[in-house]
């Protein structure tokens, strides 16, 4: 990294995070903070196996 904030240092990091955001959190009104994890976890675990890119 050299620090000086490019934007492609963290373009994967931020399709990531939009992905996760847009398709899972928006969608959804958790009860607790540990439903949110769970459900947020399930995601990642979809988008980096079996979701298309």
């Known amino acids: ?12 990091v931020e399709r990531v995070s939009r992905a ?5 959190v928006y969608l959804r009104a958790y009860e ?7 459900s947020i976890d399930t995601y990642i675990d979809y988008y ?3 979701r298309p890119h």
């Open 1 to 12: 990294m050299d620090g000086k904030g490019s934007w492609r240092n963290h373009v994967f």
């Open 20 to 24: 996760i955001k847009y398709e899972k």
């Open 32 to 38: 607790s903070i540990m439903k949110a994890k769970q």
């Open 48 to 50: 980096n196996q079996r």
